[in-house]
């Protein structure tokens, strides 16, 4: 299976921008689709963005299509989610997950992911 820690979590001014990574390791990074996905406290844990294997497509929730990027460096075993434009309301924990199924090229359903990350905090100050 594959391990995945989060970092460049924390705090910023609405307005403001964060780049969080994802770091992976156990298998070959490669095999798996990556996803973002966000949690705010008592909320569901609800999809952000995804990007398939070879990072030739992609998937992002409207609230946040135009600001966010997401995107992954096989060599680095590493996927990325860009932020800008940060509003308040996007304070949540962050979580990557990754999953080895092969129906699509892309998942943008939490159910469809196997592994998951512990997560890293941003918190967005109005």
């Known amino acids: 299976q594959v391990q995945l820690v989060e970092s460049g979590g924390g705090l910023v001014q609405a307005g403001g921008s964060l780049r969080l990574s994802c770091a992976a390791s156990?298998?070959?990074?490669?095999?798996?689709?990556m996803g973002w996905f966000r949690q705010a406290p008592g909320k569901e844990r609800d999809f952000v963005a995804a990007?398939?294997?070879?990072?030739?497509?992609?998937a992002y929730a409207d609230s946040v299509k135009g600001r966010f990027t997401i995107s992954r460096d096989n060599a680095k075993n590493t996927v990325y989610l860009e932020m800008n434009s940060l509003k308040p309301e996007e304070t949540a924990v962050y979580h990557c997950?990754?999953?080895?199924?092969?129906?699509?090229?892309?998942?943008?359903?939490?159910?469809?992911?196997?592994?998951w990350g512990q997560g890293t905090q941003v918190t967005v100050s109005s």
């Open positions: 990007i398939s294997r070879g990072g030739l497509n992609t």
């Open positions: 997950a990754a999953t080895d199924r092969r129906r699509t090229p892309l998942y943008v359903t939490r159910t469809d992911y196997d592994y």
């Open positions: 156990g298998r070959t990074f490669s095999n798996y689709a």
